[in-house]
C-alpha cells in the first residue's frame, strides 16, 4: 500500500501563509501525476490543485492567484506553497495522485485552521 505522509499544517491568522509537504515512494511519485486535496468539516474532499509530470498545473479558482504547487523530483515530495490563507481555507489538507480517482487510499492529512 503506498504511503502518503502529509505534513506542514498549522494554526494561521487571515492573511498568513503555510508551506505544506507530502512524501511518498519513488515508484508511486514518478508514475502519478500530483495533487492536493482538502476536506473541510460537513463537506466532501475536493482538489485544490494538481501538477503533471511534465510540470503542468491546476488550480481550484478559490486557490488561483494564493496556492502554488511544486514538486521535487530528488526527495520524491510533493509542496503547496500556500499564501494570502483566508478562514475559508480551513480544512485537513491531503495530498495523493491527481486525479485521485475512486477507490483511492489516502494518508492521515495536514490539518490547517486559519483564524480570522
Known amino acids: 500500500q503506498v504511503q502518503l505522509v502529509e505534513s506542514g499544517g498549522g494554526l494561521v491568522q487571515a492573511g498568513g501563509s503555510l508551506r505544506l509537504s507530502c512524501a511518498t515512494s519513488g515508484s508511486f511519485f514518478s508514475i502519478y501525476n500530483m495533487g492536493w486535496y482538502r476536506q473541510a468539516p460537513g463537506k466532501q474532499r475536493d482538489v485544490v490543485a494538481g501538477i503533471l509530470n511534465k510540470g503542468a498545473t491546476y488550480y481550484a479558482d478559490s486557490v488561483k492567484g494564493r496556492f502554488t504547487i511544486s514538486r521535487d523530483t530528488a526527495t520524491n515530495t510533493v509542496y503547496l506553497q500556500m499564501n494570502s490563507l483566508e478562514p475559508e481555507d480551513t480544512a485537513v489538507y491531503y495530498c495523493?495522485?491527481?486525479?485521485?480517482?475512486?477507490?483511492?487510499?489516502w494518508g492521515q492529512g495536514t490539518q490547517v485552521t486559519v483564524s480570522s
Open positions: 495523493n495522485k491527481f486525479p485521485a480517482g475512486r477507490g483511492a487510499s
